[in-house]
């Protein structure tokens, strides 16, 4: 409860954000928090602001929720990773939290299978 306060007090003294788009960030938090996962404020920017471009394709949160109801299958240092139909989901080992979304072709060269310790 305490980051979702955090998160949503951080969104709102953004001057960057435009009124609609900081809703579009709370709604799309609170999409996936009801579905049992958090989104860091990067990871929300990546959900709403796709980029495009060759190897980009454009996926809906529920395509997203599907790649987070996986099992991580990469590693990338720390952070467990989820990477399915070329959508990548990084996310923070101590808190859970998804902390980028990032739509590649193939797995990322550094990252290594990931082994469930």
């Known amino acids: 409860m305490k980051r979702n306060v955090k998160l949503f007090d951080k969104i709102d003294s953004t001057d960057g954000y435009s009124d609609l788009y900081k809703e579009r960030l709370k709604e799309t938090y609170d999409y996936f928090k009801q579905n ?3 989104l860091k404020e990067h990871a929300l920017n990546r959900v709403l602001g796709q980029k495009s471009g060759k190897g980009k394709h454009v996926f809906s949160k529920e395509e997203l929720l599907a790649v987070l ?35 590649t072709e193939s797995p990322n060269a550094r990252w290594k299978e990931f082994i469930d310790e």
């Open 69 to 103: 109801s996986k099992s991580p299958n990469y590693k990338d240092g720390d952070r467990i990773v989820k990477y399915y139909n070329g959508i990548s989901a990084v996310i923070a080992p101590d808190t859970g939290e998804v902390i980028s979304v990032v739509v």
């Open 36 to 38: 049992g996962f958090e």
